[in-house]
Antibody, heavy 123, light 105 residues
Framework: EVQLVESGGALVQPGGSLRLSCEAS????????MNWLRHAPGKGLEWVSY????????YYAESVKGRFTISRDNAKNSLYLQMDSLRDEDTAIYYC????????????????WGRGTLVTVSS | VLTQSPGALSLSPGERATLSCRAS???????FAWYQQKPGQAPRLLIY???SRATGIPDRFSGSGSGTDFTLTITSLAPEDFAVYFC?????????FGGGTKVEI
């Protein structure tokens, strides 16, 4: 069974940086459309970023554009989120999730999720 | 904006659960999904395309609706169904999620 496992969450000061990782088991990671989402305390889930299987297409939510960078290494079955200039409002559990579609087909619902990693931005 | 109601639902095993999700504007196409999440676990896709069950989801889970009103129905609650459920629309940008409904014993 394919699984996604996030890591890298931590307590960081405002203005700081953090790099999250998501490792996928299985052999088809290079066909997955991948996303990062987050769930802040007391708020609804928020989609953060998307990357296509070949990394040729990338999207960001307006709230993180210019501060966060998504990337992937298909040889390592891994997805990353580099988070810079962190703010208090970035505090959340961060999830990686696979889109319901494969390859060129992106459906924008999330068929497989990890358990999440907690990022806390506080001084 | 997606508004889920009720915020919490107290039911017993074997009972029927009806969860509602209302959108502030009409959702384009059939681009609506439901997820289940238990404490400390990954969210799990239940329903996509308004009414299509995801792989491995029991048929006691069903989705329905159109426009601005969508419903997740669990016909007979099993002990493992007590969890938080949240909805998502993917017919428009940005993608949005509801705040969740907790189904508790």
């Amino acid at each position: 069974e394919v699984q996604l496992v996030e890591s890298g969450g931590a307590l960081v000061q405002p203005g700081g940086s953090l790099r999250l990782s998501c490792e996928a088991s299985g052999s088809s990671f290079n066909t997955y459309n991948m996303n990062w989402l987050r769930h802040a305390p007391g708020k609804g889930l928020e989609w953060v970023s998307y990357i296509s299987p070949s990394s040729s297409t990338i999207y960001y939510a307006e709230s993180v554009k210019g501060r966060f960078t998504i990337s992937r290494d298909n040889a390592k079955n891994s997805l990353y989120l580099q988070m810079d200039s962190l703010r208090d409002e970035d505090t959340a559990i961060y999830y990686c999730a696979r889109d319901g579609g494969y390859g060129d087909f992106v459906f924008w619902y999330f068929a497989l999720w990890g358990r999440g990693t907690l990022v806390t931005v506080s001084s | 904006v997606l508004t889920q109601s009720p915020g919490a639902l107290s039911l017993s095993p074997g009972e029927r659960a009806t969860l509602s999700c209302r959108a502030s504007q009409s959702v384009s196409g059939n681009y609506f999904a439901w997820y289940q999440q238990k404490p400390g676990q990954a969210p799990r896709l239940l329903i996509y395309g308004v009414s299509s069950r995801a792989t491995g989801i029991p048929d006691r889970f069903s989705g329905s609706g159109s426009g601005t009103d969508f419903t997740l129905t669990i016909t007979s609650l099993a002990p493992e169904d007590f969890a938080v459920y949240f909805c998502q629309q993917y017919g428009g940008s940005p993608l949005t999620f509801g705040g969740g409904t907790k189904v508790e014993i």
